[in-house]
Nanobody
Framework: VQLQASGGGLVQAGGSLRLSCAAP???????????VAWHRQAPGKQRELVGY???????TYEASAKGRFTISRNNSRKMAYLQMNNLKVEDTAVYYC???????WGKGTQVTVSS
C-alpha cells in the first residue's frame, strides 16, 4: 500500500502545520491493517521515524515529537494526519508516511521552519 504525504510548507518557528497522508489506491480492508508511520529526512541526514499509529488509534512517538506532534487517522477516508505544533528550525525536513515496515515510499512533502 503506497501512501502519499501532503500539506507541507514554510512556517515560522513556533507555528503549526498539519500534514495529510492519503492512500487513494488502497483497498479499505488493506488500509485498515496498515500501521501508518510518519518519517522525516533532513538535509544531509538519514531518514528517521517520527511516530506511528495503529489501526485502532494507538500512537507511539519518538522523543523529538513527543508533546508537540499528534498523529491521527480516519480509516473510512483512508487518511492519516500529523499535527505539528511549536515547530522548531530543526524540524525542517521532507516528511513521508508509509505502512510501518514497508519499503514502499511515496512522494514526501517538504516542511521548512524559519527562525
Amino acid at each position: 500500500v503506497q501512501l502519499q504525504a501532503s500539506g507541507g510548507g514554510l512556517v515560522q518557528a513556533g507555528g503549526s502545520l498539519r500534514l495529510s497522508c492519503a492512500a487513494p489506491r488502497a483497498i479499505l480492508s488493506t488500509y485498515v491493517m496498515c500501521v501508518v508511520a510518519w518519517h522525516r529526512q533532513a538535509p544531509g541526514k538519514q531518514r528517521e521515524l517520527v511516530g506511528y499509529i495503529s489501526s485502532g488509534g494507538i500512537t507511539t512517538y519518538e522523543a523529538s515529537a513527543k508533546g508537540r506532534f499528534t498523529i491521527s487517522r480516519n480509516n473510512s477516508r483512508k487518511m492519516a494526519y500529523l499535527q505539528m505544533n511549536n515547530l522548531k528550525v530543526e524540524d525542517t525536513a521532507v516528511y513521508y508516511c508509509n505502512c510501518r515496515g514497508s519499503d514502499d515510499w511515496g512522494k514526501g512533502t517538504q516542511v521548512t521552519v524559519s527562525s
